[in-house]
């Protein structure tokens, strides 16, 4: 069983920044082997995929949306991914997952990951 425990999250003004942090523990869990990513939903929208990193491959994945603007990176001392978002604008206003598999598969699609954080609010005002 893994566990993911996101922080970082809160109430910016336009144009600031934010870094999310995802904790992940548990047995069998290798932080540099799984693709770790980052999800989120606004309301009344569908959860939709942000970022992804495979550290092992040295990889990352990133929706056309927020590029250039986030960075997705993680720490294996800690097991630790974060999401650093710069430049932020009102329409990335949502609940922010965490998201980690194993196995291969599509980045952006959701049913392909197997565990998940409980969320947590970004919030950003005009």
């Known amino acids: 069983q893994v566990q993911l425990v996101e922080s970082g999250g809160g109430l910016v003004q336009a144009g600031g920044s934010l870094r999310l942090s995802c904790a992940c523990v548990g047995s069998g869990y290798t932080f540099k082997a799984w693709l770790t990513g980052w999800f989120r939903q606004a309301p009344g929208k569908e959860r939709e995929f942000v970022a992804a990193m495979r550290p092992s491959a040295g990889t990352t994945y990133y929706d056309d949306s927020v590029k250039g603007r986030f960075t997705i990176s993680g720490d294996n001392t800690n097991n630790t991914m974060y999401l650093q978002m710069n430049s932020l604008k009102p329409e990335d206003t949502a609940v922010y997952y965490c998201?980690?598999?194993?196995?291969?598969?599509?980045?952006?699609?959701?049913?392909?990951?197997?565990?998940w954080g409980q969320g947590t609010q970004v919030t950003v005002s005009s």
């Open positions: 998201a980690t598999r194993q196995g291969p598969g599509t980045v952006a699609y959701e049913p392909t990951y197997d565990y």
